[in-house]
């Protein structure tokens, strides 16, 4: 079971290495490029040191860039390993995923090879994953994903700040890390080429003809989508030439694609996206319509390209796929907001959308009654009258002025037995009971079986818009927005009897109970204040019922 700040550690872990990817592709040449890399290796994944070793025309490959110490960097960049050497390190030691890891215990038959290296002698390990200062972890980067196509270099990581061996999440990071490395490595070898056929398309006016060929060379047999369009005038954007590539990834033929724009192919929710591009040197993530009414999600970058000295301007825009990139996000940030075992969101999860509901000032302040009533302010902010709508909030209070707050406050329900029809955000504590004696008596894998098996009934019990979340253990939360007091007891009703049914796993029936606290969300309170009363209310109904049973069994 994941402790409670372990979310919250992976969420933190994913926005450093979003940071660090994103700028992966802001570097202007390969050299940049490849520091960027390995100084990324260093901000975002907790490493203390780091290499990129690149590969050669010849094969062989040369350390490119060092980040981390001084000493290593002077001791290593430059130098060049034989490719024997490196395929015998990549076909040693452990696999973890695409990434290799040699542990010290194997690596010393590395020490007299021509691999340069910066590992020193030190103890043995106190405990089974502490990190030795001989082990050795690399990262190989590939043309394609899951290690296909050629290698394009390795990159070598050593001393995690934590002094420890990473553990699945680690891994996971450093290899994804090491995929959007090599698109970055790849893409800055692409900018290259096309920035030394635009620069002799601007400096060879008199062999225009020749240079026109070698931009339609780079153009037609770009590995990634390309496109130019018309700017300016009635047609401006209109797709002018697609590439093979565009084709490919749009499943549309040139011919069709010469009757669209960017701007009739984007989803309409990135529209917006598209048209805050500049045309010079814009860059934008949005997705595609493909032929089949799919998305797919690319990155564009703009350059405008002059036809001659004088004549008209043209965007050329390079697309690039990243679906496999947004794939792997969603997936991490899915992760690190979702349980593991029931799939439904975690305790982090549950309060970012309770705290998304709730603002720090109570309904019914100053700033509430001012806009309930329908007043309006002067452009200095004094009512017609000439009154000041906010007189009384000189800031001596600890209060601000907010005249124009579009915020929606979230009000609860007036405490009592009687549903006066108000409407607000019910919070359902749920704790289980007999699930501890479940777990005592026929282990973890049949109490795994039924909280799964419980959250099932809870999802399927609320509305669509409803939050079902597990707190954590056998303790789930249930928002439902729109509800007044009857309502919200009338779900803890049918959820409770909902669960009660036995539950079969692998052939045995088993039974567990639940109490049900119901409070409510309201401006003026956290997150944790709202769950606490919730949970408080559940401990009392869990009293009473027990109580109740006690009463009715003697």
């Known amino acids: 079971m994941e402790t409670e700040s372990e979310p919250y550690v992976r969420l933190a872990t994913l926005r450093q ?62 130098r060049v390993g034989s490719r024997a050497s490196w395929d015998r390190r990549l076909s040693m030691g452990e696999r973890w995923g695409e990434l290799r890891f040699i542990p010290y215990t194997e690596g010393w038959v590395l020490d007299d090879d021509d691999v340069p290296q910066w590992h020193t002698a030190g103890p043995a390990p106190r405990f089974p994953d502490e990190w030795h200062p001989m082990d050795r972890l690399l990262a190989p980067m590939y043309s394609a994903s899951n290690g296909g196509g050629e290698l394009l270099g390795v990159i070598s990581v050593d001393r995690p700040r934590n002094g420890r061996r990473p553990g699945a999440w680690g891994q996971e990071a450093l290899q994804m890390y090491a995929f959007q490395a090599a698109i970055a490595i790849s893409n800055a070898r692409l900018r290259a080429n096309m920035q030394r056929a635009l620069v002799r398309l601007e400096r060879e006016q008199q062999a225009l003809r020749a240079s026109e060929e070698s931009f339609r060379q780079a153009f037609e047999y770009a590995p990634s989508g390309m496109a130019v369009a018309e700017m300016g005038g009635d047609q401006h954007g209109r797709l002018l030439r697609t590439n093979d590539a565009l084709c490919r990834l749009l499943g549309r033929p040139a011919a069709a694609m010469r009757r669209y ?39 564009l970058r703009n350059s405008v390209v002059a036809d001659t000295a004088d004549g008209p301007r043209y965007l050329l825009t390079h697309v690039e796929d990243i679906e496999d990139r947004k794939r792997h996000e969603l997936q991490l940030a899915h992760r690190a907001s979702h349980d593991s075992l029931t799939g439904l969101p975690n305790s982090a999860e549950l309060r970012a959308r309770l705290g998304a509901r709730l603002c720090s000032r109570p309904p019914g302040s100053a700033a509430d009654a001012y806009a309930s009533s329908g007043g309006h ?27 124009f707050d579009h915020h929606v406050h979230t009000v609860a329900p007036p405490d009592g037995p009687a549903d006066d029809g108000s409407k607000g955000l019910a919070v359902l504590f749920c704790d289980l009971d007999g699930f501890k004696s479940i777990n005592d008596r026929f282990g973890h894998h049949t109490g795994d079986a039924v909280l799964i098996e419980v959250a099932r009934r809870l999802t399927s019990g609320v509305r669509d818009g409803d939050t079902v979340a597990r707190l954590g253990g056998d303790e789930f939360v249930v928002l439902a927005d729109g509800l007044g007091t009857a309502d919200a007891q009338d779900l803890a009703v049918r959820l409770r009897n909902a669960i009660i049914p036995p539950i079969r796993v692998d052939g045995r029936a088993v039974r567990v109970g639940a109490s049900f606290g119901i409070g409510w969300a309201s401006c003026g309170m956290s997150a944790e204040e709202v769950l606490a009363s919730a949970d408080q209310r559940m401990y009392v109904e869990k009293r009473s019922r027990s109580k109740a049973n006690r009463r009715a069994a003697g």
């Open 17 to 78: 290495l979003h940071q660090v990817v994103a700028e992966l592709n802001t570097a202007r040449s390969l050299a940049d490029t490849l520091q960027t890399v390995a100084d990324g290796a260093i901000a975002g994944l907790g490493f203390e040191l780091a290499a990129v070793n690149l590969v050669r025309p010849d094969g062989d490959l040369v350390v490119a860039a060092v980040a981390g110490s001084a000493g290593a960097e002077a001791l290593m960049a430059g």
């Open 261 to 299: 724009s960017f701007s009739d192919l984007v989803h309409p929710e990135d529209i917006g996206t598209l048209l805050r591009t500049s045309a010079e040197g814009g860059r934008a993530e949005l997705r595609l319509a493909r032929r089949d009414s799919t998305y797919v999600w690319v990155s």
């Open 377 to 403: 302010a002067d452009p200095n902010g004094f009512r017609p009258d000439g009154t000041e709508p906010f007189g009384a909030m000189d800031g001596t209070d600890g209060g601000s002025a907010v005249p």
